[in-house]
């Protein structure tokens, strides 16, 4: 198999065409910043982006597989401390001299869309860690492989960011129990859980995985797309079973919902506490992560339920530029990764002082068009 990739060897997204049978290729697009726990970056998206438009019209790609470098992540989110930095000027110049907050999140969320709503099969093997802009590219794959050391997370609510990069979808599409609680909580889910509730459609042990990649490429390729991903799946079914941990949300309580105030559905989650060390963690993170992302998911997660892929995305980009430009999102990142003094001075402390008004102001339009409005015309 050829192993060297088609674009720099030094780049971020490494890109690879690997020669399959009848003459087909196997493409894969590979993150790799392991010092960084493959964050995704602008630039990563701006070398997978375009070789997706690629690997799409060319009739030779039968699939795409997408990995992660190392053995601790497959990509722990998006490129923090880079949109810190550029949301930090603006604030200090009171305007805007950096856009690359909103440039990042409109390209983020077009690749996660066109991910969601590409023709071809994509087989994704999240490994270890897989939150934030890591998840948006999971999640939006056809297929997703995970395995017992497998972390699944939205752990926006410690930085006063949101469940983005196709998290209103994700959310939308779980149990309301779980999209409540690792919504609010940015608690982490499990290999096991993930199989549950259908965010992995797979699992194959971490010294294993690997594998998969090889099956791929020994796998006979016909030509025809619903045939050879029917094989695909077939070869995925076939993996060596692997040693998952027990699951944990089924913990939760069918009962809690995002009926109510912030500080209502946020009181019902903290009366779980005592039932499972998972559940008390995630109260725990809660009690310290930032109201005005507590009062955001929870609208987000009423707006979602009615809302297609297109508009789960126009959505996103609407409430994330309102955080780019409020003061919680820069502040969070300051505590938890510049500072590391984990003490962040939200901008209201309590839920109780929340105001409606202001989590309702994240999502009106600050723009007479929204920068995805062409979404829907481009649904494959």
Known sequence: MAMQP????????????????GGRILAEARFNSEPTLNSLSLEMIEILAPALDRWEDDSRVAAVLITGAGDRAFSAGGDIQALY?????NHQAGAVVDDYPYRFFEHEYRLDYRLHTYPKTIVCVGHGIIMGGGLGVFSGSRYRVVTEKSRIALPEVTIGLFPDAGGTWLLRNLPEQVAVFIGLTGSSLNGADALALGLGTHSVSL??????RDRLLGMDWSGDA????ARVRAVLDALPAADMPEAQVAQLPDSLSASGTPAEVAQRIAGLEGQGKWIDGGIAAMGRGCPTTIGIVIEQ??????MSLAEAFQLEMIVATHCANHPDFAEGVRALLIDKDNKPNWRYKKLEELPEAYVAEHFEAPWPQNPLHDLEETTA
């Open 6 to 21: 088609v674009n720099d060897p030094a780049a971020p997204m490494l890109l690879f065409e690997h020669s399959v049978a």
């Open 85 to 89: 930095r550029a949301i930090v000027k």
């Open 207 to 212: 010294a294993e995985h690997e594998i998969v």
């Open 226 to 229: 619903d045939a050879d991903d």
């Open 301 to 306: 997660l009423r707006r979602a339920r009615t």
